[in-house]
């Protein structure tokens, strides 16, 4: 049987398929928009013979696990576990300036890339391995969250759980760019908050019984700023400033957001100290840091080269050179990894602009994805 030729043939099928997902926004923060489109996936996956149930959750969506029995498993093996999220980053009504679209062999669309078309290659990869073997060889769990694009954390507990009890874990993420790389590393992922309390007064009648939040925020970023590293992979980003309350008010309060990245684990407590330790240039100042490391970094372990050499052998198979990436960004990978089960990430879609406005996938890539996804499951 010419397997990829059984993916091409069904291309159309495919493109149609995460239209249909697309076309049912879903933001992360809109629990019912969520949850609609969580319940056409399910209905997918349940078509196919998977046993669907629900993780419910009273402020994000539900997230949805899907487990699939193999028809005969003579070596009894452990579930692979396939991994990804249904919500995005785009608001209700995006669709409205951003149709879903084909367009110059692409397929546009909010969330189009990350990750409605890694959902649809799970449907079809498992659909084909049940067609050619008349069942699954192997059994596979599918969990997908709702909330990932705001910090899974409503969902990394059953994630964790889930991937203590698998063999190992393919995430269907986008792939590193227009060259398909799978990412077999990615940074460590921290949010932090930094809260400055000064003291309030009439900027006019008593500006110097006042002490500026916003003034001592202003020096506090400054310092906060020179944390980052980039030859050694840290980065440190003041990215959300809050304060004051009007102009003629000398300010009692501000804030400042902070993204951080770090490309080993062994950076987190140190960097973590560093914000910690902190001082008030204005001894009439108070600082307080919340917050911490949400995802430690994913890391080329020899259980991640090992799953990557297969995927480089399956593709090779069909003349495809696959390589792998490490990136800036964080996935629901990262807690997988970090428990030392194999992972491998950015089995999804390929294209561009994540996140963006120009958000696409290559459609003539999606029948060796489908490949490459369908026979890593009988793989891991």
């Not at 964790?160 to 460590?188: H, I």
Request: some cysteine; glycine content about 10%; overall charge positive.
């Amino acid at each position: 049987m010419d397997r990829l030729r059984y993916f091409v043939d069904r291309q159309d099928q495919m493109v149609e398929t995460i239209r249909e997902l697309t076309q049912i926004e879903s933001p992360s923060d809109n629990k019912q928009a969520v949850d609609r489109v969580a319940a056409l996936i399910a209905s997918k996956f349940e078509a196919l013979g998977g046993k669907v149930r629900f993780h419910p959750n009273n402020i994000f969506g539900d997230s949805l696990q899907v487990d699939f029995a193999a028809a005969a498993d003579p070596s009894n093996r452990k579930p692979v576990l396939l991994l990804g999220h249904y919500d995005t980053v785009y608001p209700l009504g995006t669709l409205a300036n951003m149709p879903c679209k084909m367009e110059n062999g692409h397929l546009r669309g909010p969330g189009v890339l990350d990750m409605k078309s890694g959902i649809a290659l799970m449907l079809f990869a498992i659909e084909a391995l049940k067609q050619w073997h008349g069942g699954l060889t192997r059994p596979v769990t599918v969990f997908l969250v709702s909330d990932e694009e705001v910090g899974s954390h409503s969902s990394r507990r059953i994630t964790e759980s889930l991937a203590k009890e698998s063999s190992g874990v393919l995430v269907l993420e986008p792939a590193a760019g227009v060259r398909g790389a799978v990412k077999t590393a990615r940074k460590g992922v921290g949010e932090y908050k930094l809260l400055v309390e000064g003291v309030a007064a009439h900027a006019g009648l008593d500006p110097g019984k006042g002490h500026s939040a916003i003034l001592e925020l202003a020096r506090q970023i400054a310092v906060i700023a020179k944390l980052s590293n980039l030859k050694q992979g840290v980065s440190v980003n003041p990215g959300i400033i809050q304060g004051g309350t009007r102009t003629n008010v000398i300010a009692a309060e501000a804030s400042v957001a902070i993204d951080v990245r770090i490309k080993s684990a062994k950076q987190a407590a140190g960097l973590d100290r560093k914000l910690r330790s902190l001082k008030p240039f204005d001894k009439h100042c108070k600082l307080q840091v919340t917050g911490g490391i949400n995802r430690l970094p994913m890391e080329r372990t020899p259980g991640v080269a090992a799953l990557f050499n297969r995927a480089r052998e399956i593709a090779a198979q069909v003349g495809w050179k696959l390589e792998q990436a490490s990136v800036g960004g964080g996935s629901d990978g990262n807690f997988t990894a970090g428990m030392g089960i194999p992972t491998l990430d950015g089995m999804g879609g390929v294209g561009e602009g994540a996140h963006a406005l120009h958000e696409y996938i290559v459609i003539s890539e999606l029948p060796r994805r489908a490949l490459l996804l369908a026979e890593m499951i009988e793989s891991v």
